[in-house]
């Protein structure tokens, strides 16, 4: 159990960084950032919506009746689209997906703050103290709507620097929960 909590640890750690790299990127190019981001999922979504007029056409005459794929291949092809055309859309569903799930995180660091404190771990406050910090990054993207994807990046390197500390905290005392 320590070592799958371990590994647990050390994989938000990971992420941690990987989130912190892709917000200095914002902080650095902020319009290229956005651009890419729409660029790529909107290429997906036209992929896949290509894909499924393909699978379509090679599937015809076998389940016509249940056979959906070039209407979701159409639906998905538009959606690629209006993804690249649309990159202020993106930027507002970014911020919106970001924030939820820091807000998320925020509440699962919460829990092990209580955790910690009930494990008599004197850290447990200034574990309780950033997951709060967490939680108001979080409902702060979530609720501001004009927020520039500058303001975006900063909040993701401020969540991730302070779940990289959250994350080093659950590691090092992962063997005194865990009993």
């Known amino acids: 159990m320590k070592n799958l909590l371990k590994k647990s640890g050390w994989s938000d750690i990971l992420v941690s960084v990987i989130f912190a790299l892709i917000a200095i990127f914002m902080i650095i190019r902020p319009d290229s950032a956005t651009k890419i981001i729409s660029y790529i999922l909107g290429g997906i979504f036209a992929l896949y919506g290509v894909i499924k007029i393909i699978n379509y056409f090679v599937a015809k005459g076998k389940y016509d009746f249940y056979n959906y794929d070039l209407l979701y291949g159409i639906i998905a092809i538009i959606i690629g689209f209006i993804t690249i055309f649309y990159s202020s859309f993106i930027e507002t569903m970014f911020r919106i997906v970001i924030g939820i ?79």
């Open 101 to 179: 799930w820091i807000v998320y995180s925020g509440l699962l660091r919460l829990s092990l703050s209580l955790k910690l404190h009930s494990a008599n771990i004197s850290i447990w406050s200034t574990s309780l103290i950033l997951s709060i910090l967490i939680i108001i990054g979080g409902l702060y993207m979530l609720f501001k709507s004009g927020a520039f994807i500058v303001t975006i990046a900063i909040i993701m390197l401020m969540y991730s620097i302070i779940d990289l500390v959250e994350s080093v905290i659950f590691v090092k005392y992962v063997d005194k929960m865990v009993q």
